[in-house]
């Protein structure tokens, strides 16, 4: 004959609470392999499919890459093809950027260099976007092509792309640093000069002292006013041009596929 096993009510509240722990415990879990899965869904800031780098190079470069651009919030990246996929280098790396998910905020910060090289034809393109629009102008994307040609040529590809990401961050951190120390040197400008012009006026009106009412300035009996009316005599106009694009000593852009601007350049290596 069997028995009827009776679970106390308390014993039974007792189970039930751990029961709703483990369960709160099991989707913190969760929560935490997915905010861990988010956090490396980054996509690779190194992507060598022309195989120009050893392991140690890749390695080596990678880190580096990771911990410039996370300690500027700009992504920095490289890649290296034999195939352009029937487009220009500069239309293959704004594509590779935009598409891949690259860019720090809503503006996509970042900067890509491309190396292409098939055969005869070697080309380098370097893509910005975001601040490294203003960050990285025309001139500076030469000088940064120059740093890199000699171990390019001498097919020092590790060297080269290290040279890529330090010269960037430099880049970077000099705009950012220039930006900051402009505003204040404006500001102080500024205040002096109207201090300057503050006292000079003061200076020059030595003879005159405020008066506390508005009558003292008007001499008794020279003013007589018979008749008011409004007539209407001119109107002024004033039209002022639009500003137009220029890339002298700035930087030039243009419009990907995706919609999105672009900075950059690029030379045969």
């Known amino acids: 004959m069997s028995k009827t096993v009776r679970i106390p009510r308390r014993s039974r509240a007792g189970i039930l609470a ?46 580096t890459l990771d911990q410039y651009s996370e300690e500027l919030n700009f992504d920095i990246v490289v890649v290296t093809t034999n195939t352009l996929d029937g487009k220009t280098p500069r239309d293959y790396a704004d594509d590779y950027f935009d598409y891949n998910g690259y ?77 900051t120390i402009w505003i204040f040197v404006g500001l102080a400008v500024g205040l002096g000069v109207g ?20 009558g003292s300035y008007i001499k008794g009996n020279s003013v007589n006013i018979t008749e008011a009316r409004d007539i209407f005599l001119y109107r002024t106009v004033s039209r002022v041009a639009k500003p137009k694009e220029s890339s002298g000593g700035g930087s030039s852009t243009h419009t990907s596929s995706s919609g999105r601007s672009h900075g950059g350049g690029g030379r045969s290596m």
């Open 103 to 179: 860019g720090y905020g809503a503006n996509r910060d970042g900067a890509l260099f491309l190396r292409y090289i098939n055969g005869s034809s070697k080309e380098v393109w370097l893509s910005t976007s975001g601040e490294g629009i203003k960050a990285i102008r025309d001139a500076d994307i030469e000088s940064i092509f120059d740093d890199m040609e000699d171990d390019i040529r001498a097919n020092r590809y590790g060297a080269a792309f290290q040279i890529f990401a330090q010269d960037v961050r430099d880049e970077v951190l000099d705009y950012r640093s220039y930006d």
């Open 18 to 63: 751990a029961i709703i722990l483990g369960i709160c415990l099991l989707l913190l879990l969760t929560v935490g392999v997915l905010t861990v899965g988010a956090a490396d869904a980054h996509p690779p800031r190194l992507v060598d499919n022309a195989g120009l780098l050893s392991q140690a190079e890749a390695d080596s470069l990678r880190a």
């Open 195 to 214: 201090l300057i012009a503050t006292n000079a006026m003061r200076s020059s009106l030595k003879s005159v002292r405020q008066q506390r009412y508005a």
